[in-house]
């Protein structure tokens, strides 16, 4: 069966270390893989996405990797802050068509001052 | 947000009563999903819609109906509630992908989420 993992349900980081958090799939063969930010009480929000034929995305302070032969995928905030602190969800286009995500459990982070 | 509103933002029900959550858009888009989430499974999806009448469900649609009569509503019915649909429920729509948006088409925007808990 499908299946996605996030391999931390929570993560602590010191501040201004870098936090890399994890995404692992089977039974997928995803074109493409996202990654969400959810904070308490508040819907998910789009951070990136990253296309089967990419192997690294940026955006400022995320990165984000996909190796398909690995079926995982990196997810890196470098100079963390005590703002980064949510939950971050991975999510992969479902096997049943390009319009539905199915989406990883998340891992919580906090930032430590 | 992307002009996503749901409605109520949190409600108590008795089991057995029906309840209707109601998402609004005012993107225009064509797509919109249901989703439930609740520790431990993440989120899950219930139903989609792909159009105006044109519905299909998702990982978890037992107990659960959707309507679509205009573009900018997407309403998920609960027609006699029991206490394992005690959750929180997200809309979302499609990211529209059209010149100018910030986000591929492939993302989702989401709501604010209504919870739900059912007695």
């Known amino acids: 069966s499908q299946k996605i993992e996030q391999n931390s349900e929570a993560l602590n980081i010191q501040e201004g270390k870098t936090a890399t958090l994890t995404c692992n799939y089977t039974?997928?063969?995803?074109?493409?893989l996202q990654w969400y930010r959810q904070d308490p009480g508040r819907g998910p929000v789009f951070l990136l996405l990253?296309?089967?034929?990419?192997k690294e995305k940026r955006k400022e302070r995320l990165k984000v990797t996909f190796d398909t032969t690995l079926k995982q995928s990196l997810f890196h905030i470098t100079a963390s802050q005590p703002a980064d602190s949510a939950t971050y969800l991975c999510?992969?286009?479902?096997?049943?068509?390009?319009?539905?995500?199915?989406f990883g459990t998340g891992t919580r982070l906090t930032i430590i001052p | 947000d992307a002009g996503i509103t749901q409605s109520p933002r949190h409600k108590v029900t008795e089991t057995g009563t029906p309840v209707t959550l109601r998402c609004h858009q005012t993107e225009n888009h064509r797509y919109m999903y249901w989703y439930r989430q609740d520790p431990g499974h993440g989120l899950r999806l219930i139903h989609y819609s792909y159009g105006v009448k044109d519905t299909d469900k998702g990982e978890v649609s037992d107990g659960y109906s959707v309507s679509r009569s205009k573009t900018e509503d997407f309403l998920l019915t609960l027609e006699s509630a029991t206490s394992s649909q005690t959750s929180v429920y997200f809309c979302a729509i499609r990211g529209g992908g059209a010149p100018g948006e910030p986000h591929p088409v492939e993302t989702q925007y989401f709501g604010p989420g209504t919870r739900l808990l059912v007695l």
């Open positions: 039974n997928y063969s995803p074109a493409y």
């Open positions: 999510a992969l286009r479902s096997n049943f068509g390009n319009e539905k995500l199915t």
């Open positions: 990253i296309r089967e034929n990419e």
